[in-house]
């Protein structure tokens, strides 16, 4: 039996490690992760920017790089890296984690950093994932090295709109690093543990037929997630009913908005900043942010902005700026949570082109009519609770306008689900949730249900008369029904697959957040706006030594297991058995 | 060894070379064995180091130096005041992270403050100012300044680092 369950936010931008010892009256704590602070310089915080910097082979004085537990890295992790990046930003990898679910780009190449110039040895979103965890795992034995890494019980979190693929490179970059097997936990699920971990009494703050919805926005993503409360023989169940699509906007894009419209101001006075200048004022505008947009009427007007000279003159180079609450507030308020109706719609992805590799960011910044278009696809749903989690809520504004948008779609104004330490629980409420729901998994605490967040299908070509120039159209097999929860398996005995022996075999494979009922085995005749195509998966079976045969009629099984990994399985008649792989390799082309 | 090839070679020696074969002096004590060798010892470290090193440190957090160095005369009160307000958080969060600093006495400025009159204060804690009897044994008097103490200091090693180096130029490459 592990001694320690620790619970990992695997972050775009901050990574996090909290643990809670396994026994009866275990409580949850935060770990201060050693890292660089400066060259020769180590300090224990309680965040790990998940910032990877390459460094040149004469950049740093020799032994400056040191860990305590390693003389010489090949990369420096965390808030040294993050520092040296804004000086150097080609050798800087960043927001890894968002690549992990690119449809654009094999995450197991060496991509990062898309800007290195020749001779910086790249790294794949893969390996620097391998090298955060690998990090956190060596900080933990560092600090303690009488509880092995391998021996604990070790939950990760990702997005809950990370798809199958993704989700099982971030146990492969897990694995990679040196960890038992992990289990995957989605971060707003995580973030509701994290405040049933804070209020022991939960039971009389909600009620069966209840809904609660948790906006996590985090760093890089922004997440939502409904769970219904329901009752069985006399006990609360809760189960996590709809999750969002993946949303490529967080804290950071708001923070760089402020910062770009000030940047702007600055150069209306023939002021051009350079990368460390305007490193400072992104980090000045997110202070001045908090206390513009603080909750109480009492905030002021503007804050100051101080841009140092650069050399040695610092007074004679200084430039005074400012931001006023009147444009903090335009530029978030209503660029990011504009006030819309409840049948708002976010304008449509475009399409990007294939040639372009990069990040697919949302293509409208609006959260509340991403949240609105949510709420509709889950069935119009209409919750009663309402759970915030993320940094970027630390102004308390933004809290408020929330709360403003979403009552005005509501009968009943959304109760809060209030953290009694939210301050310090925005940043660091994952972790913590995914080391409570470590401890429940070992009988101490309650367990969301909730199962696969989608449905996913396997593509089948209709046998229609070819027409030249136009491909067979596409038909989507149910393999994986929405809900399919941990432990359980679905198999497909009625429909059979002939595959060639010696040759791989690819299957198109797609995946929907919002049609839910479709059972498995189901065909949709047509593949709607509503499904999206991932990456394709594939198998490859081995001729069998002195046999002849050519062909293996195969039927689909699907097992989740009971870490929530989603596994596609072919299965011959004579009971053998072959997994079938996301090819991460042919995204490129998808 | 036997006595007399040794004293063939001594005397031979002695009278070509002028000294004895080297293991013959160490076997009769006319010469102390050459030391082993040993490793090189870690750099020294000077007690001027760890000044340096802060003000290293303070340069590369707050610009500290940049700004005592830079002649200020002719900026007027508004300009110096918007750097100082951005410096003086850096320096002060720099300060703090590596010195303890801790009030001597921790009382009310403007205030009477008690001391002990059986003996003269410490003068490293305690300076005395004004009407000071020759004995200086006082009761006590008006705390003027509480003084400071680094209750701890806390440097990282220096390594190879070269503490003179206070900041490196920086050459941004186009």
């Known amino acids: 039996m592990p001694q320690y369950s620790i619970g990992i936010d695997l972050g775009t931008t901050n990574s996090a490690l909290a643990y809670a010892e396994i026994g009866e009256t275990s409580s949850v704590h935060q770990f201060s992760i050693s890292q660089l602070t400066n060259p020769g310089e180590i300090g224990a915080l309680d965040l790990l920017p998940s910032f990877l910097y390459i460094p040149g082979e004469r950049e740093f004085v020799e032994g400056s790089l040191a860990l305590p537990w390693q003389a010489n890295p090949p990369y420096v992790i965390g808030r040294m890296a993050r520092q040296r990046g804004v000086e150097n930003a080609n050798r800087l990898v960043s927001s890894a984690k968002s690549w992990l679910s690119n449809q654009f780009a094999d995450p197991t190449q060496p991509l990062l950093p898309l800007a290195a110039p020749e001779g910086v040895p790249k790294v794949s979103p893969l390996e620097a994932s391998r090298q955060f965890l690998e990090h956190l795992k060596l900080a933990w034995e560092n600090a303690n090295p009488d509880s092995k890494f391998v021996d604990q019980s070790v939950l990760i979190t990702v997005p809950a709109s990370f798809d199958a693929a993704a989700r099982q490179l971030t146990q492969r970059a897990a694995e990679m690093a040196g960890y038992p097997e992990v289990t995957i936990l989605e971060e707003p699920q995580a973030a509701f543990y994290a405040w049933i971990e804070r209020h022991p009494d939960w039971r009389e703050q909600v009620h069966p037929g209840d809904l609660i919805l948790v906006v996590d926005i985090g760093g890089g993503t922004t997440d939502f997630t409904l769970i219904s409360v329901t009752e069985k023989a006399g006990e609360l169940q809760l189960e996590r009913v709809a999750v969002g699509q993946h949303l490529l906007l967080g804290g950071d894009n708001m923070d760089l908005a402020v910062a770009r419209f000030a940047e702007q101001q600055f150069a209306q006075k023939n002021v051009k900043l350079d990368a460390l200048q305007f490193h400072s004022l992104w980090q000045q505008c997110r202070a001045a942010k908090e206390v513009l947009l603080a909750s109480d009427e009492n905030a002021p007007a503007d804050q100051p902005l101080t841009i140092l000279g650069r050399g040695t003159g610092l007074v004679g180079g200084t430039i005074r700026g400012k931001i006023s609450r009147d444009d903090v507030r335009t530029l978030l308020l209503d660029g990011f949570f504009p006030v819309v109706a409840v049948d708002a719609m976010p304008q449509k992805q475009r399409r990007i082109a294939l040639t372009e590799v990069g990040l697919n960011y949302a293509s409208d910044p609006a959260v509340t009519k991403h949240l609105a278009r949510f709420l509709a696809l889950a069935g119009n749903a209409r919750p009663t609770h309402v759970l915030l989690n993320g940094g970027v809520l630390q102004a308390g504004a933004i809290e408020h306008r929330i709360f403003e948008v979403l009552n005005s779609w509501l009968d009943a104004p959304a109760k809060e689900l209030r953290s009694n330490a939210k301050e310090s629980d925005l940043m660091h409420a994952v972790a913590r949730g995914a080391a409570y729901y470590g401890l429940a998994k070992h009988g101490n605490g309650v367990r969301i249900r909730g199962g696969v967040p989608r449905t996913y299908y396997v593509g089948i070509e209709s046998t229609m008369p070819a027409v030249p120039g136009l491909p067979a159209p596409m038909k989507a097999l149910t393999v994986v029904p929405f809900g399919l929860e941990e432990g359980s398996k679905v198999q497909l005995p009625q429909r059979r697959f002939a595959l060639i022996v010696g040759e791989p075999a690819e299957f198109r494979f797609f995946s929907s957040v919002s049609r839910k009922h479709d059972e498995p085995g189901f065909l949709i005749e047509e593949i709607g706006d509503d499904i999206e195509e991932l990456a394709p998966i594939e198998v490859s079976l081995p001729a069998r030594e002195g046999s002849p045969e050519q062909v293996v009629p195969v039927t689909l099984e699907t097992n989740v297991t009971e870490t929530g990994m989603l596994e596609l399985w072919c299965v011959a008649t004579d009971g053998r058995r072959w997994k079938l792989e996301f090819n991460v390799r042919e995204r490129a082309a998808a | ?174």
């Open chain 2, 1 to 174: 060894m036997s006595r007399i090839s040794s004293a063939f070679r001594s005397f031979f020696a002695i009278l070509f070379s002028g000294t004895l074969p080297e293991d013959i002096a160490v076997e009769f004590g006319y010469a102390k064995p050459a030391p082993p060798p040993v490793a090189p010892e870690p750099p020294k470290i000077k007690p001027a180091d760890g000044a340096l090193q802060m003000l290293q440190i303070l340069q590369r957090d707050s610009r500290l130096i940049d700004f005592l160095m830079e002649d200020i005369a002719s900026y007027s009160d508004d300009q110096i005041g918007a750097a100082v307000r951005s410096l003086h958080a850096d320096c002060r969060a720099s300060l703090t992270r590596h010195v303890t600093l801790e009030a001597m006495l921790d009382g009310v400025e403007g205030t009477y403050q008690k001391l002990d009159s059986s003996k003269a204060p410490d003068p490293n804690r305690v300076k005395l100012i004004g009407n000071v009897p020759a004995s200086g044994k006082v009761p006590g008097g008006t705390l003027r300044h509480r003084g400071w103490s680094a209750s701890s200091v806390n440097l990282p090693p220096l390594g190879k680092q070269d503490p003179t180096a206070i900041s490196p130029a920086e050459i941004e490459v186009d």
